[in-house]
T-cell receptor, first 113, second 114 residues
């Protein structure tokens, strides 16, 4: 059974601080890792993707991947009230014909002004 | 910037009726997907489609569901006989291919089965 686990939160962070979101996954054969942002009633919006161990930075966002620990994280620097949303971790498993993403339940992030 | 579009935004139907949800993937993308999200729950994969055939499907995608690419731009999800538990947001997504596999989601169709 493919599982992606996230703390549902809510995670409350003061404006301007760093928000740290975490995700673990069950299948060691996973190859692609994604972070999506979802505002209430809206569709998932791609924030970051990462394929290799280590850090990947894009603006205020940094994704971190540790395949040995089966752990993915997302750091948001200089958090803004507009960052308040649910953040979804998604994993694409390797293996023949595996296309679909397995999503976690998401972490609800609240940035307090 | 190219984006995935979906119609209608909201569909209300009676239990047992057939519904067709429509999507226009990003034009140079080759892989298309359907996901659903029941209110308050996680996003769940239904099916992927490539080269005019199903590439992968989940346990949710049973005989009540079908997908089709009726022309060069549209991608559809049909639910033959809707049930109350089919009420959900249905998202279409597309990706360039399986190597460049970042999936971009459309705005979704909210399906309400009465």
């Amino acid at each position: 059974q493919k599982e992606v686990e996230q703390n549902s939160g809510p995670l409350s962070v003061p404006e301007g601080a760093i928000a740290s979101l975490n995700c673990t996954y069950s299948d060691r054969g996973s190859q692609s890792f994604f972070w999506y942002r979802q505002y209430s009633g809206k569709s998932p919006e791609l924030i970051m993707f990462i394929y290799s161990n280590g850090d990947k930075e894009d603006g205020r966002f940094t994704a971190q991947l540790n395949k040995a620990s089966q752990y993915v994280s997302l750091l948001i620097r200089d958090s803004q009230p507009s960052d308040s949303a649910t953040y979804l971790c998604a994993v694409r498993y390797s293996g023949g014909g595996a296309d679909g993403l397995t999503f976690g339940k998401g972490t609800h992030l609240i940035i307090q002004p | 910037e190219p984006e995935v579009t979906q119609t209608p935004s909201h569909q209300v139907t009676q239990m047992g009726q057939e519904v067709i949800l429509r999507c226009v993937p990003i034009s140079n993308h080759l892989y298309f997907y359907w996901y659903r999200q029941i209110l308050g729950q996680k996003v769940e994969f239904l099916v992927s489609f490539y080269n005019n055939e199903i590439s992968e499907k989940s346990e949710i995608f049973d005989d009540q569901f079908s997908v089709e690419r009726p022309d060069g731009s549209n991608f559809t999800l049909k639910i033959r006989s809707t049930k109350l538990e089919d009420s959900a947001m249905y998202f279409c997504a597309s990706s360039v291919d399986r190597v460049v596999d970042t999936q971009y989601f459309g705005p979704g169709t909210r399906l309400t089965v009465l």
